[in-house]
Nanobody, 115 residues
Framework: QVQLVESGGGLVQAGGSLRLSCAAS????????MGWYRQAPGNERELVAS??????NYADAVKGRFTISRELAKNTVYLQMNSLKLEDTAIYYC??????????WGQGTQVTVSS
């Protein structure tokens, strides 16, 4: 079973930056796509960013501020978050999709943005 382990969350002031990491237990070449969702209290889980072999995709709310990337040698996907806002506070979840397999999820990492 695939394991995804997130790290890098924490408390940051508005306007600051954080970089989240998602380390996979297998080669990320195995995945058709990987990405990040987030869920704030009382809200549904929403897609933040995704990356596949050919393209990246971002939610409108984070375009221009967040960047998703991957480091194949480390089997890791990153989410660089700049110019953080209070509304970015949420639990961030990494996911990975493989053809004909159920989606894999990480355990989540808390990001809290303070004023």
């Amino acid at each position: 079973q695939v394991q995804l382990v997130e790290s890098g969350g924490g408390l940051v002031q508005a306007g600051g930056s954080l970089r989240l990491s998602c380390a996979a237990s297998i080669s990320i070449f195995s995945f058709d796509a990987m990405g990040w969702y987030r869920q704030a209290p009382g809200n549904e889980r929403e897609l933040v960013a995704s990356i596949s072999n050919y393209k990246t995709n971002y939610a409108d709310a984070v375009k221009g501020r967040f960047t998703i990337s991957r480091e194949l040698a480390k089997n890791t996907v990153y989410l660089q978050m700049n110019s953080l806002k209070l509304e970015d506070t949420a639990i961030y979840y990494c996911y990975a999709d493989r053809r004909s397999r159920s989606r894999a999820w990480g355990q989540g990492t808390q990001v809290t943005v303070s004023s």
